[in-house]
């Protein structure tokens, strides 16, 4: 993993402008989420342009030229048409005319199952270098009338690049060193879009069970994590960072307790970006790799969980 970029909109939405059009309040957000603010897109501003921005930061930081990406793999949940996929526009956008190009859908879990697509692709030698993207226009899909959900989420999108390159296959190998994904579609209805091309012929509004969401993060989440640990044969504490979804400020500490590893070890945007879905962890990343918390070698577990439900797990030498 050579380089990792962010995109976020400019303008930024407090939680007292909401409280303003909801029943809500800033102390009752931030005490039940953590979250304080959240990037919100322009009007016309649309996921492939944060997606562009992210792709375009994480190809300058890893110093490679957009010709070389042979594989674009965009998670979202929102994309700019039913179809094609967002990702073909990003690949025109970047200039890039050869190669593959497709969106996945798992909703918040989307940049972990993105990740092990890529990373799947580079290890049977179909790609060598992959822009994996995750980028969210949530504001499109949320009715603002319902103080339940619209709190929640904000916009942008996060990049990083994958290179092929030899390892030794031990822990100590940089890049993906495992990844781990699973699905519950028994849940589909305790986070749901109430529309879409095949049923109403509408985008339609996100609908959310948020105990029911709450309660099995914070039992799927730890399990997940735990799966990346024993499959590696280490313990939380070879961790550096712990990288989560960010979703809710009582989840990130809920799973860093039940791994043992202390709060501080987590990197948290949720208080300044919101739930991104897709582009939470990248933009993370991105967050703590610019700011230099993160530093090359240093090993990072990344996890998530969304809507299906869907959850998923990799570990990752920075
Ligand atoms: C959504 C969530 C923050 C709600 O917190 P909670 O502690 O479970 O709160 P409840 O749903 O029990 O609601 C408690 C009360 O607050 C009210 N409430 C809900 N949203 C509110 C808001 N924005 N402002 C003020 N009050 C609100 C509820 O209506 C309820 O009122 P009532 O007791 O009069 O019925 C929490 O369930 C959660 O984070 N769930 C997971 C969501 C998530 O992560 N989704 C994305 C996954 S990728």
Redo the contacts with the bound molecule.
Sequence with gaps: MIGCGAGLPDRVVGNQELASR????DE??VQ??GIHSRYIAGEGQTTSDLAVLAANAALAYANMPAERVDLIVLATTTPDHTFPATAVKVQARLGITKGIAFDIQA??SGFIYALAVADNFIRLGQARVALVIGADTFSRILDWED??TC??FGDGAGAVVLEAGEGQGSVADRGVLSSHLHADGRHYQA?WVDGGPSTTKTVGHVR?N??E??RH?VTRLSEVATEALVANGIDATQLDWLVP?Q??L??IESTAKKLRLPVGRAVVTVDHHG?T?AASIPLALTEAVTDGRIQPGHLLLMEA???GFTWGSALVRW
Aim: charged residues 15%; positive net charge.
């Design positions: 909801v029943d809500s309040s009752w957000i039940r989420t909703v918040c103080r339940t709190v929640l986070l959310m948020g105990q969401v709450f993060a979804h979703a809710n009582r989840i739930n879905s969980m969304g809507g």
